[in-house]
């Protein structure tokens, strides 16, 4: 009982202390909270910004099909040595080799072959223009639907036109709100894009921020823009996306060994291509941000 009743006279007087010792330097005890509650504030601040970071990835890659993989060319490998595996074909893979996958894939799932034609491309239409940061992609009829692209108006491209190589373009929400500022129906409309007159048949909805803007882009049929902006070691991508839940691995392992026999590989050869499925760049993504985390709270 003696024992408590010291204990608590203790605690009063390290109280006593401490209030004193707080009204004897009020400036320096205000700047310490000061200081703390900044610091405090500052950590869950960077906390938040990396949660809505993770968002934002899951969100933007669960829009583009969490459940699809892309084959997409492979840099050339070299062996030297008693190594027998050898690399034969080059790195790029040709519309022939993607065309003939997608004949030949027969699972049910949507294939779409697309290439980047220009990256830095200019857009007009009258006296309006857009900076000369649009991304031009050739693609064919199932690009929006494995891309996560709803149109807002119009229409996709018909596998006709694209095989007819129609000079039509299917814009982004950007590049409306830059061309058409007046409420301009686009419908219709002739633009320039890249220095190519083409007409546009569709609008697509908005899909927000990203990693890149995904509203800053213009859809022509791919066989258009391999006229026009064919270039040497022009590779093109192959996207898989079931159309019902299936096992991912499974219909991967599938594809990779379609892909090697249109590639002409021998079960000796190692695959000349790369398989990325997109959970996975998520997962690298996020692992990542990890690290990000952990020094924020040092």
Not at 46 to 64: E, G, H, N
Not at 205 to 229: H, L, W
Request: include cysteine; charged fraction near 20%; proline fraction near 3%.
């Amino acid at each position: 009982m003696k024992q408590g009743i010291k204990r608590i006279g203790i605690f009063k007087e390290n109280l006593r202390i401490s209030f004193r010792a707080i009204r004897s330097n009020r400036v320096r005890a205000i700047l310490t909270i000061c200081i703390i509650a900044i610091g405090i504030m500052a950590l869950v601040g960077i906390l938040t910004a990396i949660d809505a970071i993770k968002s934002s990835l899951t969100s933007q890659f669960t829009m583009m099909g969490a459940n699809s993989f892309t084959i997409t060319s492979r840099g050339m490998n070299i062996q030297i040595g008693d190594n027998k595996t050898r690399t034969k074909n080059f790195s790029r893979i040709s519309f022939r080799e993607a065309e003939e996958f997608k004949s030949r894939f027969t699972e049910p799932a949507w294939v779409s072959i697309s290439f980047n034609a220009s990256g830095l491309s200019t857009v007009k239409y009258g006296s309006e223009k857009t900076n000369p940061n649009v991304s031009l992609m050739g693609v064919d009829e199932n690009n929006l639907t494995v891309a996560g692209y709803e149109i807002e108006k119009g229409r996709n491209f018909s596998t006709d036109e694209i095989q007819l190589t129609r000079h039509y373009v299917i814009i982004g929400a950007d590049i409306v709100r830059d061309l058409f500022p007046s409420n301009l129906d686009p419908l219709g409309k002739e633009i320039t894009v890249a220095g190519m007159k083409l007409t546009v048949t569709g609008v697509l909805k908005s899909k927000g921020s990203g990693i890149t803007n995904p509203d800053r882009v213009c859809f022509m049929p791919i066989t258009t823009a391999r006229q026009y902006f064919s270039r040497p070691n022009l590779s093109f991508s192959i996207t898989v996306m079931p159309i019902n839940p299936v096992n991912l691995d499974v219909m991967t392992g599938e594809a990779e060994a379609i892909f090697r026999i249109i590639r002409n590989l021998n079960p000796r050869d190692e695959s000349d291509f790369n398989i990325n499925k997109s959970d996975n760049i998520v997962k690298m993504l996020l692992s990542s941000l990890k690290y990000v985390t952990l020094a924020a709270t040092i």
